[in-house]
């Protein structure tokens, strides 16, 4: 059996993030999405951080590469940085993602 200590996590987690929105002014707000910030992950679990983006010129690729290096932990974490118009749009396209994510986030910083 694989034992996640999540409040560990969650707390390394809020770290980066504090230091993410710190060093990078368009990064406007971070958030913990998925089972973590459900609580019914499990001892493989990953981390969802959604980024929440001021207008950049980066596409998904550029940004995703600029922002993994703050979230260098023992587990697996998904980058996910989207611009808030972006999520406006996929929010308003029904974008499943986009519809739970407030629901279910959980703010890093």
Partial sequence: MVYLDADALIGRLEEAARRLVRDRTEVEEVYLVGSLARGDHNGLSDADVLLVLRETDMNPVQRTMEYL?????????????????????????????????????????
């Fill in 69 to 109: 290096p703050y979230f260098d932990l023992p587990v697996g974490v998904d980058v996910l940085p989207y611009t808030r118009r972006e999520l406006e749009v996929m929010n308003t396209q029904g974008f499943p993602p986009a519809l739970s994510w407030k629901k279910e986030a959980r703010r890093l910083a």
